[in-house]
């Protein structure tokens, strides 16, 4: 009970955090705020999946498709801080 609770904070807190960052990009269009964004997104939506795969229990294994935001959340990062230390 209380590791749902957890889990749901943490996608809010990833979501909200990829919002505020957007609202940095649009004001300010910093590129790395919005890799930044990009990949809080993938860690809000990583952690929406990890919440119904502990919800849905042992019917159906979510552990890959949990991986995906995350991995492409990071590589946007990876890439958007390779992609401003170039220019």
């Known amino acids: 009970m209380v590791g749902n609770l957890v889990y749901v904070l943490c996608a809010a807190t990833s979501g909200i955090c990829a919002i505020l960052l957007f609202r940095g990009y649009r ?3 910093a590129r790395l705020l919005l890799w930044s964004a990009a990949c809080f997104l993938g860690l809000a939506l990583n952690n929406l999946l990890l ?15 949990r991986l995906i ?3 492409a959340g990071a590589a946007a990062l990876l890439y958007g801080l390779v992609w401003e230390s170039e220019q």
Request: aromatic letters at 4%.
């Open 27 to 29: 004001q300010s269009r």
């Open 51 to 65: 919440v119904i795969d502990v919800r849905v229990g042992s019917a159906m294994d979510l552990s890959i498709w």
């Open 69 to 71: 935001p995350a991995l």
